[in-house]
DNA sequence: ATGGTCGCATCGCGA
């Protein structure tokens, strides 16, 4: 079988509903993963989905913050929801396709704005996080997984606008990128976008705050498909859906897609 | 060097 997977941090589900149901039509992926739904689970709006098809969700929901859910028109059972870090948010969901395929879901905390946990107590929660992350996927390796979300972590030079200028701004700083490896190789993980689109500049954010996020194209590729290396070679067709960037009332991430034939 | 924009638990905070 083959089946289509995108991530999409969207930055409340509730107030996006129409533009989620917007890509499940135009692009129908079989999968969706969501991150920041800033929505208890019981508040987000299914039966749009529902009736688009996603008839199976996966969730995990707090008010106002975080927040993440897979909606799939393939059927899809709950495995696991971590509180890594045991910060006592929802940035973490797991569910498996009948055909043995689990898919993780992550929210990863953005760190604030001082990349210093001395100073920011946000940083060293992000750091936490992944160090956890880190020690799951060495204690149980994962199969068959496909790991997905805003990992809010860009961690190659051409993953940013400007390396040079971006190397103290968190989401880039050498010690991030440090943890990031640190947790792909606990899971041999493997980069399937990269894998997919080796070369040039790609990414997957541009702040609201740009005067003009399009032409200034000052973005970061925070979004991510990973998936092991029992599957990776399955995985193809990686596309990052720029345009919806543009698209009435956005979110500040694009979606990102793969396929896998399994 | 600064400020810029969003969303929501809305006039403060997180991103």
């Given at each position: 079988?083959?089946?289509?997977?995108?991530?999409?941090?969207?930055?409340?589900?509730?107030?996006?509903?129409?533009?989620?149901?917007?890509?499940?039509?135009?692009?129908?992926?079989?999968?969706?993963?969501?991150?920041?739904?800033?929505?208890?689970?019981?508040?987000?709006?299914?039966?749009?989905?529902?009736?688009?098809?996603?008839?199976h969700m996966v969730?995990?929901?707090?008010?106002?913050?975080?927040?993440?859910?897979?909606?799939?028109?393939?059927?899809?059972?709950?495995?696991?929801?971590?509180?890594?870090?045991?910060?006592?948010?929802?940035?973490?969901?797991?569910g498996q396709l009948?055909?043995?395929?689990?898919?993780?879901?992550?929210?990863?905390?953005?760190?604030?704005?001082?990349?210093?946990?001395?100073?920011?107590?946000?940083?060293?929660?992000?750091?936490?996080?992944?160090?956890?992350?880190?020690?799951?996927?060495?204690?149980?390796?994962?199969?068959?997984?496909?790991?997905?979300g805003d990992l809010?972590?860009?961690?190659?030079?051409?993953?940013?606008?400007?390396?040079?200028?971006?190397?103290?701004?968190?989401?880039?700083?050498?010690?991030?990128?440090?943890?990031?490896?640190?947790?792909?190789?606990?899971?041999?993980?493997?980069?399937?976008?990269?894998?997919?689109?080796?070369?040039?500049?790609?990414?997957?954010?541009?702040?609201?705050?740009?005067?003009?996020?399009?032409?200034?194209?000052?973005?970061?590729?925070?979004?991510?498909?990973?998936?092991?290396?029992?599957?990776?070679?399955?995985?193809?067709?990686?596309?990052?859906?720029?345009?919806?960037?543009?698209?009435?009332?956005?979110?500040?991430?694009?979606?990102?897609?793969?396929?896998?034939?399994?």
């Open positions: 079988m083959s089946f289509t997977l995108a991530t999409w941090n969207i930055n409340s589900v509730r107030l996006r509903e129409n533009i989620v149901a917007k890509l499940m039509q135009e692009e129908a992926p079989d999968v969706l993963c969501l991150q920041e739904c800033k929505s208890p689970v019981d508040k987000i709006p299914l039966e749009q989905f529902q009736a688009l098809g996603y008839t969730a995990r929901g707090q008010k106002g913050y975080n927040g993440v859910a897979i909606l799939s028109k393939l059927p899809m059972q709950e495995v696991s929801a971590y509180d890594y870090a045991s910060l006592g948010h929802a940035r973490h969901i797991a009948e055909n043995g395929v689990t898919i993780h879901n992550f929210y990863v905390p953005a760190g604030g704005d001082v990349p210093d946990r001395e100073v920011n107590e946000k940083f060293g929660q992000k750091l936490d996080y992944l160090t956890d992350m880190r020690d799951a996927f060495h204690a149980d390796k994962p199969q068959k997984s496909i790991l997905v809010n972590i860009a961690p190659r030079e051409d993953d940013v606008w400007s390396h040079k200028k971006l190397l103290k701004v968190v989401s880039h700083t050498p010690i991030e990128v440090e943890h990031f490896g640190q947790v792909m190789d606990s899971g041999d993980w493997s980069d399937v976008t990269r894998n997919d689109i080796p070369e040039g500049q790609l990414y997957s954010w541009w702040s609201y705050r740009a005067r003009d996020w399009d032409a200034a194209d000052k973005g970061r590729r925070l979004d991510h498909i990973w998936a092991t290396p029992d599957i990776t070679n399955a995985g193809h067709s990686s596309r990052i859906l720029r345009d919806a960037r543009g698209w009435e009332k956005p979110s500040d991430h694009a979606p990102v897609f793969a396929t896998f034939d399994l």
